[in-house]
T-cell receptor
């Protein structure tokens, strides 16, 4: 199994450009998450989804949008890139069943620089 | 305000010694606490989970304790090896957030084990 796959691995954007960070998982997990990680700051939750068609804001959603049309895919959209969005972005997935929430599985991240 | 802190930004120890990492939290009622390992350029990888009604959990050379009175978790690596060098993240699931599986992460502790 590939687990959680994120593309691209690296990207440089100019201020004001837009792009979509792709995330797909092959574990049939119902929950998916987007985080950003800045140096020394830990992981901050941007958006999450508890199933196809359902998304909600996390701690730092401004400047981002998401969609969840399938169980497998959870893309993150930056509409007007700003230097403050320079960060490493991680996608994660987990399964919630009758026994509760299982641990999260992470992709290897997208390193994004806005210049 | 809610806060989760890992006391040491960096910890250096000699091979064979026990590494002890600390995670403190305030204004949370965690349902459970998790520890993840993150290597440079990679996403976090789940290591251990401990629930609010558990005092201690072990897995091979790893041990986690959870003291809800002190609002603290300790993460121990016994007989440490240079291969244990990585960043270690604690994360908690607040009791009120169990239905969404949203984790709050500490900022991480960089562990270096010297040969």
């Amino acid at each position: 199994n590939a687990g959680v796959t994120q593309t691209p691995k690296f990207r440089i954007l100019k201020i004001g450009q837009s792009m979509t960070l792709q995330c797909t998982q092959d574990m049939n997990h119902n929950y998916m998450y987007w985080y950003r990680q800045d140096p020394g700051m830990g992981l901050k939750l941007i958006y999450y989804s508890v199933g196809a068609g359902i998304t909600d804001k996390g701690e730092v959603p401004n400047g981002y949008n998401v969609s969840r049309s399938t169980t497998e895919d959870f893309p993150l959209r930056l509409e007007l890139a700003a230097p403050s969005q320079t960060s490493v972005y991680f996608c994660a997935s987990s399964y919630r069943g009758e026994s509760g929430n299982q641990p999260q599985h992470f992709g290897d991240g997208t390193r994004l620089s806005i210049l | 305000s809610q806060k989760i802190e890992q006391n040491s930004e960096a910890l250096n120890i000699q091979e064979g010694k026990t590494a002890t990492l600390t995670c403190n939290y305030t204004n949370y009622s965690p349902a459970y606490l998790q520890w993840y390992r993150q290597d440079p350029g990679r996403g976090p990888v789940f290591l251990l989970l401990i629930r609010e009604n558990e005092k201690e959990k072990r897995k091979e050379r790893l041990k986690v304790t959870f003291d809800t009175t002190l609002k603290q978790s300790l993460f121990h690596i016994t007989a440490s090896q240079p291969a244990d060098s990585a960043t270690y993240l604690c994360a908690l699931l607040n009791a009120g957030g169990t239905s969404y599986g949203k984790l709050t992460f500490g900022q991480g502790t960089i562990l270096t084990v010297h040969p």
